[in-house]
T-cell receptor, first 112, second 116 residues
Framework: DGGITQSPKYLFRKEGQNVTLSCEQNLNHDAMYWYRQDPGQGLRLIYY???????QKGDIAEGYSVSREKKESFPLTVTSAQKNPTAFYLC???????????FGQGTRLTVV | AQSVAQPEDQVNVAEGNPLTVKCTYSVSGNPYLFWYVQYPNRGLQFLLKYITGDNLVKGSYGFEAEFNKSQTSFHLKKPSALVSDSALYFCAVSGLGSGNTGKLIFGQGTTLQVKP
């Protein structure tokens, strides 16, 4: 089945730790996106990548980092510099600007 | 800069009545517009999109949306609401034109509550 897979579904982080969220797609999509969802604030764009080995900051990139070494994979690292990381994180991919994005099922990150 | 506004946090409708969820956008150049639905603790599901052509776009589950360039709006509509339509709805925009970098920007979301 083609799709986009996020793992893990739930993640707990101690303060001061870095954690990495996985996002893998087998749809052969060029563009990939990371969003953060908080209640009442919709989806806010963290980072996006339109091609392998290239990515751009979104609106809330501080405290996050990404890599795009393979077309299929776009991992997101939440660093200790992110002061309020507890949120629901969504990964998406699409072919191009005029196509719809496909979303993973999300990762819920909680700081303990 | 691209932006999307959904002016209503929540829309309440009785089952069987028509529903409208509002969306306005700002983007340089021609817009590509999308509607998505989200059920609790899940990812987003695509409903419909406007790229070009007819201003009235039909999508999944009986939903449709009307593109209005002069009002920069893309409101989601359904002639007869179902209780199962109750969910969180998002409008999104990406643009075509110089300076547009492939960003896909979402609104804040509107909770649709359909009561029996």
């Amino acid at each position: 089945d083609g799709g986009i897979t996020q793992s893990p579904k739930y993640l707990f982080r101690k303060e001061g730790q870095n954690v990495t969220l996985s996002c893998e797609q087998n749809l052969n999509h060029d563009a990939m996106y990371w969003y953060r969802q908080d209640p009442g604030q919709g989806l806010r764009l963290i980072y996006y990548s339109q091609i392998v080995n290239d990515f751009q900051k979104g609106d809330i990139a501080e405290g996050y980092s990404v890599s795009r070494e393979k077309k299929e994979s776009f991992p997101l690292t939440v660093t200790s510099a992110q002061k309020n990381p507890t949120a629901f994180y969504l990964c998406a991919s699409r072919t191009g600007r005029n196509t719809e994005a496909f979303f993973g099922q999300g990762t819920r990150l909680t700081v303990v | 800069a691209q932006s999307v506004a959904q002016p209503e946090d929540q829309v309440n409708v009785a089952e069987g009545n028509p529903l409208t969820v509002k969306c306005t956008y700002s983007v340089s150049g021609n817009p590509y517009l999308f509607w998505y639905v989200q059920y609790p603790n899940r990812g987003l599901q695509f409903l419909l999109k406007y790229i070009t052509g007819d201003n009235l776009v039909k999508g999944s589950y009986g939903f449709e949306a009307e593109f209005n360039k002069s009002q920069t709006s893309f409101h989601l509509k359904k002639p007869s609401a179902l209780v199962s339509d109750s969910a969180l709805y998002f409008c999104a925009v990406s643009g075509l034109g110089s300076g547009n970098t492939g960003k896909l920007i979402f609104g804040q979301g509107t909770t649709l509550q359909v009561k029996p």
